[in-house]
């Protein structure tokens, strides 16, 4: 069974600044073919934090939560992270 990863941002009214987290998922979740990645956000955007909380859940197994720090540098690289579970 795949690892469930809930990816959290905090969301904007601007689409591309949002489409930025799903396109860095897809990136991380290519690297990571064990992982299942669920995206969401607080505000701003379509998929919204209970959502995103239900997709994971749905997914089944454990979700850990990992808390990611980065600066939005040019091009966006998966930040090296501690996963909690």
Not at 25 to 49: D, G, N
């Amino acid at each position: 069974m795949k690892q469930t990863i809930l990816l959290v941002g905090h969301g904007s009214r601007a689409e591309e600044g949002n489409r930025e987290l799903v396109d860095w998922a897809m990136r991380w979740a290519k690297e990571h073919p064990e992982w299942e990645i669920v995206t969401c956000y607080i505000e701003f955007a379509e998929v919204l934090l209970e959502e995103g909380l239900d997709q994971a859940a749905a997914k089944g197994g454990s979700v850990p939560r990992a808390t990611l720090k980065w600066k939005s540098p040019r091009p966006l690289k998966p930040p090296a992270c501690g996963i909690r579970r």
